[in-house]
């Protein structure tokens, strides 16, 4: 049997065949067993024994006589049926006898006739038979028909016989020729050494071969009819006639049982049976049924190991570890009523794999039968066209300049563009069929191979029928006879794809090369809009109040360099002082842009001297009516130094962090949604009160982001950082956090540290 990759695959291949192994053990043993029990049931009725007792009274004389129990059997049913001289079979209490000699024949054929009784139905009991009883008396095949009314008959089961040949006798009418009439009629057999008189038509290899035509006759009813065939003429003595009819018995026995279906084997069997390499015929029950085994031919039989299946219908008992592989591609012939092809099952190699399936072929028959095809080894003309196949568009050819012709493989048509039904073209030939730029081309390929006689390539422009044209790449070999070159043989690729992708891949480098030119003008703009938008402040600035102000901007990775974050501290005619930090969302010049658009919306809003939140509010409609579906996150604070008091409002931003008395502490921020995703929302506001040496920290997610953490590490890593340099200057407080930072997302990042130094105004009481 085939087998599948590795261990798992040589188990279940052992299983199987231990499986098969123990069916057919099992109905020899019922064969046997059946004999055994004919036998103990005749010792019961001629001794008046009980049936355990009969059994052991059966053991004891084959001990005593020196035969088998099946041996003593055989006789003893064969005596009671008449077919051998009577046995004397001694009671319990008398001493044995030697038995008298008996017929191996005999014997041979009560075992055949116990098979046949075992059988399943009437084809099995036809085997049983043949192989077992008639074949040994130089037999060939045996039919079996049924009586089925109207003086007609019904094949009900045969063995040695083709399918095709079964298939013309499946019914025999009552005008059926004369040797079967006469023997229905008068019910006695028809004993033809030499084959019907008169060259009657009868089954059989030739009209003067011998046939035995016995009725089937059970309880004064004729039943049906049966035939056996010789391959030529025989002599049917007494002893054979004796012989047939006591096998024939059994087949009536059979008959007179329950009626079993006939098998209908298609005619395309015989076909099959006459190939030399492996074959097997599948029916599939309805649309989603399992495909079942009908037939195997010769091959078949052998490549399985010789492995025999009764029923002939499971497929996985048959090929148990590629009857899935086998299933999909019937499916598959079935629904697109084409041949599959599979190079071979299992698909790949493994280590301890059995012997494979090699180029199967799965072709439909009809609606619901078909044929797969394999080998066992490999076919070197098979596994080149495999390869060619192998190869997108390449196609074998061979021209003969003597004669011969010019033969294509067959995906040199689909090159050319015409039917399998039209003829080759030859090299020499072609010129009718090239672009007329390559005449050339073709005459100094030509020339190579003729007159210098070496292999030479050429790259040809092929018009197919349509108009297109096709580019061929042509190697060939001169084919040489003495120092004649008598044809030529080589490869036809198309290149068509690989010259279109060559002449797209130049276009696209220069189309490349002028997008990265204009992407570098883009980012250069953009960092100067940037620089001058958003100036990095490397000192520190002191405002009104006690404040100090540090910021710092690191841009985003080297591939973007420039993006959205913006910050933001102004001192407003109020007294008061706008602190702002924010981030867009993307990178690049669309990002600047929308950035300095919401950092100067910020700053002219500020000077209407309305709370925070309104700015946001007003911030959020400057998106959406500006930003393009552009969305940001920003923080928008107020401070008073009369009072020291921070009012702030967050659109979707990061807390912040009030380091106080060495302590670092986030400030946690309303649960407002970012700016440019809902119109009219309402933000809220904080307040926070300040002190001297408080700093305050405002950042964007550069600083603390990572690719794959949450927030919640990168926020708790600022904070103990932050206190580690608590009692830093303000811009050493703000290098050392941006050298410190924890984001890993390669973003911008943008800090602002203000900290209320000691000329801040005391406390109101």
Known sequence: MTSSAGPSGARTQSAYADLAAENRRLRAEAAHRHLLDLATGVLSAQLHLPLPDATE????????????????????????????????????????????????????????????ETADTVGEAARALLEGGLAPLGADSLWLWRSAGSRSLRLAGQAGVGASEAAAWQWLPPAVSEPFRSVLAEGTPAWLDEGPPGGEPLPGPSPDAARALVPLRRHGTTLGLALVGWPGTAVLDAPVRRAITGLLEVAATVLDGADSPQSATPVLADVLDALVHPAMLLRTHGRSGTPTVEHLNEAAVAALDGAEFPDLGS?????????????????????????????????????????PLIDVRVLPCGEERSVVLWHTAGDPRLATDRAVAQLQGVATFQDSLTGGGTVWSEQAYALFGVGRDEPPVPLLGMRGRLHRGDGEALTELLRTLTERQTGAHAVLRIVVPGGAVRHLRVAAQPLLEGTAVTGFAGVYQDVSDSLRTEAALTATFDHLTEVRNQAEMRRQLALQLQQAIVPEVPGVQELTGGLEVAVRYRPAAEEYQVGG??????????????????DIAGHGIDSVTGMVALRNAGRALAFTGHPPRRLMGWLNEVTLRTGNGTTATAVCALYDPEDRALHWSSAGHLPLLLIRDGRAQLLDPPQDILLGALPSFAYQERRTMLRRGDTLLLYTDGLVERRHDGLGSGLLELAAAAEGLADQPVDRLVDGLLGA??????????????RLGDEAPDEES
């Open 565 to 582: 974050d913006w910050y933001d501290v102004l001192p407003l005619p109020s007294g008061k002082i706008l602190v702002a930090v924010g």
């Open 57 to 116: 009274h059966l053991d004891s004389l084959a001990r005593a006589t020196g035969l088998s129990v099946a041996d003593i059997a055989a006789d003893i049913v064969n005596a009671v049926a008449g077919d051998a001289p009577a046995v004397t079979v001694p009671s319990p209490e008398a001493a044995p006898v030697p038995a008298p000699a008996r017929s191996e024949e005999a014997r041979r054929e009560r075992r055949a006739a116990a098979a046949a």
């Open 315 to 355: 497929l996985t008992l048959a090929f148990p570890l590629v009857h899935k592989d086998l299933a999909r591609l019937v499916r598959l012939a079935e629904r697109s009523a084409r041949t599959q092809r599979a190079a071979r099952l299992p698909a790949a190699a493994q280590p301890g794999e059995g012997v």
């Open 741 to 754: 930072a924890a984001g890993d997302t390669d973003d911008d990042t943008s800090i602002v540290v203000v």
